[in-house]
């Protein structure tokens, strides 16, 4: 299995500018989270899905955030208008069974300018 | 209050000792679970081991071990003769039974030197 996929690796935007962050997770896993990594906060949760519904999206820091899992095998997450503030590693993990070891993606880095 | 830390920020050892990372955890729920990752300086999140709440045996895996003791609320991670290759940040997270959601600790960075 390929792991868990996301896209870009790198983004570097202007403020601003709408961002989107893009995750294939590992086939027949039911469960996807979206994770923000940074100095200040370390990694918190953002939101995350069961079978393509959202749960939980109180970790969503504002409404400039939005996410989306439109079938079992991508999910987004978007960021408009973006701002300094935002930059970090934004990682997205999927999971089979509650509980289990969650799998992550290699994280996206996004630098907001 | 449901809470992972790590009160260990960063750890330097010297290739060969054995090191150990601690882990403290909060929850009232009886049934959780706990779990260490790994990410090196690539940066991915490598996931090492789980435990729930109910199997507080240790385990062991090559130069890894964990002891997981109830009574002190730890979930302490081992490495025996430390290499190079460890280094890297190490996090200890928590999840309960009525949700998915992964309480990370703040992490502890070990620095092995050759």
């Known amino acids: 299995d390929a792991g868990v996929i996301q896209s870009p690796r790198h983004e570097v935007t202007e403020m601003g500018q709408e961002v989107t962050l893009r995750c294939k997770p590992i086939?027949?896993?039911?469960?996807l989270f979206w994770y923000r990594q940074t100095m200040m906060r370390g990694l918190e949760l953002l939101i995350y899905f069961n079978n393509n519904v959202p749960i939980d999206d109180s970790g969503m820091p504002e409404d400039r955030f939005s996410a989306k899992m439109p079938n079992a095998s991508f999910s987004t997450l978007k960021i408009q208008p973006s701002e300094p503030r935002d930059s970090a590693v934004y990682f997205c993990?999927?999971?089979?069974?509650?509980?289990?070891?969650?799998?992550f993606g290699s994280g996206t880095r996004l630098t907001v300018v | 209050a449901q809470k992972v830390t790590q009160a260990q920020t960063e750890i330097s050892v010297v290739e060969k000792e054995d090191v150990t990372l601690d882990c403290v955890y909060e929850t009232r729920d009886t049934t959780y679970y706990l779990f260490w990752y790994k990410q090196p300086p690539s940066g991915e999140l490598v996931f090492l081991i789980r435990?729930?709440?109910?199997?507080?045996q240790n385990e062991i895996s090559g130069r890894y071990s964990w002891n997981f003791q109830k009574s002190t609320s730890s979930f302490n991670f081992t490495i025996t003769a430390s290499q190079v290759v460890d280094s890297a940040v190490y996090f200890c997270a928590l999840s309960f039974y009525n949700t998915d959601k992964l309480i990370f600790g703040t992490g502890t960075r070990l620095q092995v030197f050759p």
């Open positions: 086939s027949g896993h039911n469960s």
């Open positions: 435990r729930n709440s109910f199997d507080e």
């Open positions: 993990a999927s999971s089979l069974e509650r509980r289990d070891g969650y799998t």
